[in-house]
Nanobody, 117 residues
Framework: QVQLVESGGGLVQPGGSLRLSCAAS????????MGWYRQAPGKQRELVAT???????TYADSVKGRFTISRDNAKNTVYLQLNSLKPEDTAVYYC???????????WGQGTQVTVSS
């Protein structure tokens, strides 16, 4: 069992920045591929970025060059740095932990990011 707690969301103006954090507990952090997803009102949840235990990242095309995912295995935490934010980035952002070898995963409760002037 893995518990995930996101933090760092909020209201920011277009062009601004935020840093999201996801703290994990309950299992061996390095066994999980960590990911950030988002869901805007009326839309399906979509992948934003993932990172392996070896810190190899992947990004959705819509956020490449603006968002950066990172992880600190010693702190059991994954981060998402959001720069150059746009109104279309407004969504609830969710953290996901996917086991590297077994077919199960966990979700956090989500944190709201609102980009508006």
């Amino acid at each position: 069992q893995v518990q995930l707690v996101e933090s760092g969301g909020g209201l920011v103006q277009p062009g601004g920045s935020l840093r999201l954090s996801c703290a994990a507990s309950g299992s061996i952090f390095s066994l999980y591929v960590m990911g950030w997803y988002r869901q805007a009102p009326g839309k399906q949840r979509e992948l934003v970025a993932t990172i392996t235990s070896g810190a190899s990242p992947t990004y959705a095309d819509s956020v490449k060059g603006r968002f950066t995912i990172s992880r600190d295995n010693a702190k059991n935490t994954v981060y998402l740095q959001l720069n150059s934010l746009k109104p279309e980035d407004t969504a609830v952002y969710y953290c996901k932990a996917s086991h590297r070898y077994l077919n199960y995963y966990y979700w956090g409760q989500g944190t709201q990011v609102t980009v508006s002037s």
